[in-house]
């Protein structure tokens, strides 16, 4: 087509006479200028350099090989100075969906004493510009005879979406901006058995990645520096030593979609291709091979933001990390010891975690030290509207324990955890009518002891400062806390729990809890279906339950007491077994001296009387073994007087 393909401005050569009399021939002088290449394939994935080879026209007679004769040997030649200069190399690929194109000038060439006597040392030196800023460099020394080469190189300044335009058609994403820096030492010996080479304290500088899905304008995963610092490479010995991997202030965005696959599992999927797999066509590995072994000495991620979205709920919850930081040191693969590990981060503004300990991959093993501190409830919210219709206005969690994993576990159990967890400054809300149902200052759980498979839950104390309940009747008779649960729908509950063969019943699971302590409990009670409403409630509950236990025969004690109303004492005392199968339950109840004028309405109401004076007091005793309860009541109302009559269509006749 006329396009030009090959040139060169001038090629000189000064060959000196003294050459025949040497019996080498010597150069003081070869010097290319200018010279061009165009390499271009087509669409059919033809290369245009391959067509100046002559066609060939079929087989060729065979010269049979001469019995005895010597290989040749190289000829030998010297060259005082060899030279390209201003070299062009002009790429095109048209098979691709969009034609790649990539110019590498000016390509700068310098070979110094350069000859093939045995033993001799040449050196060399390359230098070329990819692009504006872009440049490699390569020098050293090389030798014939034998074949060795030893030196230095270096690339900066490479502009990374250029080059992954030339793959970009095999994923799903795309890089819109980053920058690469390599340099390195080497030696190489081809003559050597297996062949020798190093690569020695080279270093790798990745600046300003941009990832981002292909389709969408925004990246998904930014990058201001990756250092790969102090990399020795041994062939021979097919070992690898890295002094320093360091990833700086990177931001994650990342979410699940609804069938529950996280975005980069697409994004980062080769693109399905017609053509068989190259694996399938590769040469199989030698099973005498030494795999190759890495250690990698430290290894920093510092600074790190993630932005995660679960779209898999019907309100997608959003989670944002700041600060991440995740240090190790001395991990060599293949991993056959843990390696230490430590985290820190910071979740939603308010909130840090902090873990350290070490971590064994396969199989999963892990003993970690594992603290919470001030993590917001309300950004997980989403993940309780399945279940229940509330808005959690504020709370926080805090933990401070260790925790072992072991998915290998035949002496042990699968997870233990040993620490304390904290609920504090919790408010919750009803969803529609956005009134608090329930609050409390502090819930905290003290030296707990918690094993996964077999299951078992073992808590010294739990301590509950000022609980609040909120109970309300609304004007048509119903409870608010009833509203809260999420009932499914019977179609629902059908299609999610098919009938399936009735199952062996599983003994319950080990539970014990050394004491409850109670501070400052209440409950308010209002009832609007009466008008006036009434409200009345508990107050300033105190005191404690000991021995909590899931085994049968145990019997916790009971010693509360708070107030009901204005100045009604309240008392409950007893034993109980809430935990048990056979739940077993052993109470006196004492309530003294209840104002009954603040339920003068459901007088009004059912009597057609209001209460004007009246008191009420309580001795209840309620005993339920083998599900059976046995009961006894006394129950005093001193000095009951009416007060003016009401009409109600809801009251009852009465003397």
């Avoid at 979410?255 to 996280?262: A, I, Q, R, S």
């Avoid at 324990?401 to 009803?430: C, F, K, Q, W």
């Avoid at 299609?495 to 699971?509: G, I, N």
């Amino acid at each position: 087509d006329q396009s030009a393909l090959l040139g060169f401005e001038e090629f000189y050569v000064n060959l000196q006479a003294s050459s025949l009399l040497r019996r080498a021939y010597v150069f003081d002088a070869i010097r290319l200028t200018v010279p061009y290449v165009s390499a271009r394939i087509s669409k059919d994935g033809r290369m245009n350099l391959a067509e100046l080879v002559p066609v060939d026209d079929g087989p060729q007679p065979s010269v049979p090989p001469q019995a005895g004769k010597a290989p040749a040997e190289i000829p030998a030649v010297e060259i005082g100075e060899f030279e390209i200069s201003q070299a062009v190399i002009e790429f095109r690929d048209e098979s691709k969906h969009k034609p790649y194109v990539l110019d590498i000038v000016p390509i700068h060439i310098v070979l110094k004493n350069f000859h093939t006597k045995p033993g001799g040392d040449n050196s060399y030196a390359f230098t070329a510009e990819l692009d504006k800023g872009e440049t490699l460099s390569w020098a050293g020394i090389v030798s014939l005879e034998p074949l060795r080469s030893s030196g230095k190189f270096s690339i900066s300044g490479v502009k990374l979406p250029r080059l992954w335009q030339y793959i970009h058609d095999q994923y799903h994403f795309d890089i819109t901006d980053g920058t690469v820096a390599v340099d390195a030492g080497y030696s190489i010996d081809v003559d050597a058995t297996p062949i020798g080479g190093q690569v020695s304290q080279a270093n790798i500088r990745i600046e300003k990645l941009a990832i981002k899905e292909d389709g969408s304008l925004d990246p998904v995963i930014t990058i201001p520096a990756l250092n790969v610092e102090g990399v020795d490479v041994n062939l021979a010995t097919r070992e690898v030593t890295v002094r320093d991997v360091a990833v700086v202030r990177a931001l994650f965005t990342a979410w699940l979609n609804p069938d529950g696959t996280v975005n980069y599992q697409q994004m980062f999927a080769p693109v399905d291709s017609p053509t068989p797999s190259a694996a399938g066509n590769a040469s199989p590995k030698p099973k005498d091979e030494k795999p190759w072994a890495v250690w990698l000495k430290e290894i920093r991620l510092e600074d790190h933001a993630i932005d995660f979205e679960d779209r898999t709920l019907p309100t997608p919850a959003e989670i944002e990390v700041r600060s991440l930081s995740v240090k190790t040191h001395d991990v060599r693969i293949p991993i056959k010891a843990a390696v230490p590990i430590e985290v820190g981060m910071r979740l939603n503004e308010t909130g840090t975690i902090r873990v350290n300990g070490s971590v064994l991959p396969n199989p999963l093993q892990a003993d970690v030290t594992l603290g919470l501190k001030d993590i917001a409830i309300r950004p997980f919210q989403p993940y309780f509207e399945k279940f229940v219709r509330v808005d959690v206005q504020s709370g926080a969690v805090n933990l401070d324990g260790t925790i072992h994993l072991a998915i290998d576990h035949p002496n042990g159990p699968l997870m233990s955890y040993e620490g304390d967890v904290r609920v504090e400054g919790l408010s919750v809300a009803d969803r529609d009518q956005r009134d608090e149902v329930t609050s409390l200052q502090t819930l905290s759980l003290n030296k707990v002891l918690a094993t996964v498979d077999p299951t078992t839950v073992s808590i010294k104390e739990v301590g509950l400062q000022e609980p609040m309940a909120h109970l309300v009747v609304s004007p048509d008779g119903g409870l608010n806390i009833g509203r809260l649960v999420v009932v499914a729908p019977p179609s629902a509950r059908a299609e999610e729990k098919p009938m399936e063969p009735q199952k062996a019943k599983s003994p319950p699971v080990p539970i014990t809890i050394g004491m409850v302590k109670l501070t400052k409990a209440a409950a308010t009670f209002r009832d609007n279906s009466v008008q006036p409403s009434v409200q009345t409630g508990i107050f300033n509950l105190n005191g404690t339950i000991k021995g909590l236990s899931s085994k049968q025969l145990a019997r916790a004690d009971v010693d509360l007491s708070g107030r009901v109303g204005k100045g009604a004492s309240l008392k409950i005392a007893g034993t109980i077994n809430p935990l048990s199968e056979d739940a077993f339950t052993d109470l006196t109840i004492s309530l003294g001296g209840m104002d009954l004028t603040a339920e003068g309405p459901y007088s009004r109401k059912y009597v057609g009387y209001g209460l004007s004076k009246g008191k009420l007091s309580l001795d209840l005793k309620y005993k339920i073994s083998q599900k059976l309860l046995e009961a006894e009541n006394r129950v005093v109302v001193d000095q009951l007087t009416f007060g003016e009559k009401v009409d109600s269509p809801d009251a009852t006749s009465l003397p």
